[in-house]
């Protein structure tokens, strides 16, 4: 059980390193963040240390039986946010009424602050929505933002007090909802800023280096994103010539459970490659090595 106290520290701003190392999980977590955080170096040196990376991936609980190379929509989170999350639950359920409207509630206003820092807007332009879908029906932006001056124009997706007009918050009126995800977000930004946002984008573009380069030279093989500096991250579409995406995406999970999205658009045709910083070395490489062997020979019949 939880007082008061010990719940507005768990939801106090974290100081970025500390806050996420203190509530990691599993062990040796804590000492892979603060060994990315104390890393000499450009971004792109330290992307490539896979010692370091190595605790990094054991920050998460996904299962290792599959190859999860989808994770451009929705990736899974590390064990310390989904602690956080249940934290704030339990504590919820305590008495709702009261744990949940008029302890942790309030607390919003914490992660509202510390995610406008990141995005570089005033807080009072932040709404935080239960998903990326949900702010674009909204406000028509794939970014939870609206700038002051619009705020009063635009209709939120539910009715919302007539005082609210003007104020962000009319967006995440949704009627009775859990506070837990919005609170478990801070651990999630802590956990992003332990890493640095830097050192995470070259991670990322390393290891989408590491497979597309290696198949950029087959002759069955079309990227379809460009890999120069800055141009894109993580996320990569790759086509093999005379190969349906849908058809290539079944094989990859159905004989080698190696999950990826099939891209099929009258412009554009191939598989949408995401990892994610939990991915592996070994992953990427089976990965490649699999694509490699398919331009080569075709689907099995």
Request: net charge positive.
């Given at each position: 059980?939880?007082?008061?106290?010990?719940?507005?520290?768990l939801a106090a701003p974290p100081a970025a390193l500390a806050a996420a190392?203190?509530?990691?999980?599993?062990?040796?977590?804590?000492?892979?963040?603060?060994?990315?955080?104390?890393?000499?170096?450009?971004?792109?040196?330290?992307?490539?240390?896979?010692?370091?990376?190595?605790?990094?991936?054991?920050?998460?609980?996904?299962?290792?039986?599959?190859?999860?190379?989808?994770?451009?929509?929705?990736?899974?989170?590390?064990?310390?946010?989904?602690?956080?999350?249940?934290?704030?639950?339990?504590?919820?359920?305590?008495?709702?009424?009261?744990?949940?409207?008029?302890?942790?509630?309030?607390?919003?206003?914490?992660?509202?602050?510390?995610?406008?820092?990141?995005a570089g807007c005033d807080a009072e332009e932040l709404a935080i929505t239960?998903?990326?879908?949900?702010?674009?029906?909204?406000?028509?932006?794939?970014?939870?933002?609206?700038?002051?001056?619009?705020?009063?124009?635009?209709?939120?997706?539910?009715?919302?007090?007539?005082?609210?007009?003007?104020?962000?918050?009319?967006?995440?009126e949704i009627a009775t909802h859990p506070a837990a995800n919005a609170l478990?977000?801070?651990?999630?930004?802590?956990?992003?800023?332990?890493?640095?946002?830097?050192?995470?984008?070259?991670?990322?573009?390393?290891?989408?280096?590491?497979?597309?380069?290696?198949?950029?030279?087959?002759?069955?093989?079309?990227?379809?994103?460009?890999?120069?500096?800055?141009?894109?991250?993580?996320?990569?579409?790759?086509?093999?010539?005379?190969?349906?995406?849908?058809?290539?995406?079944?094989?990859?999970?159905?004989?080698?459970?190696?999950?990826?999205?099939?891209?099929?658009?009258?412009?554009?045709?191939?598989?949408?490659?995401?990892?994610?910083?939990?991915?592996?070395?070994?992953?990427?490489?089976?990965?490649?090595?699999?694509?490699?062997?398919?331009?080569?020979?075709?689907?099995?019949?």
């Open positions: 059980m939880y007082t008061r106290r010990q719940m507005l520290t190392a203190a509530t990691l999980r599993p062990k040796g977590a804590l000492a892979c963040l603060r060994d990315i955080a104390g890393t000499r170096g450009e971004a792109a040196d330290v992307a490539c240390e896979e010692a370091l990376w190595a605790g990094v991936q054991r920050a998460f609980a996904v299962d290792r039986s599959l190859v999860n190379l989808n994770n451009g929509g929705v990736s899974p989170s590390p064990v310390a946010v989904q602690d956080a999350m249940r934290r704030y639950l339990e504590f919820s359920n305590q008495a709702p009424v009261h744990t949940m409207w008029r302890v942790l509630e309030p607390q919003r206003e914490t992660v509202r602050r510390e995610l406008a820092h990141i239960r998903n990326t879908s949900e702010g674009m029906e909204a406000c028509q932006t794939g970014l939870l933002i609206v700038r002051h001056e619009r705020i009063g124009n635009i209709w939120p997706l539910m009715a919302a007090p007539e005082e609210l007009d003007g104020n962000i918050r009319k967006f995440e478990g977000v801070g651990e999630a930004l802590a956990f992003h800023r332990g890493l640095g946002p830097e050192r995470k984008f070259a991670r990322l573009c390393y290891l989408r280096d590491r497979w597309a380069k290696r198949l950029a030279g087959h002759p069955r093989v079309r990227l379809h994103t460009s890999l120069l500096p800055r141009r894109a991250g993580a996320i990569a579409t790759v086509e093999i010539a005379g190969l349906e995406a849908a058809a290539l995406a079944e094989h990859l999970w159905s004989r080698h459970r190696i999950i990826v999205a099939a891209i099929s658009h009258p412009s554009v045709q191939g598989i949408r490659v995401a990892p994610s910083v939990y991915t592996t070395i070994d992953e990427i490489d089976r990965f490649a090595g699999i694509m490699e062997n398919i331009a080569e020979k075709g689907l099995p019949a």
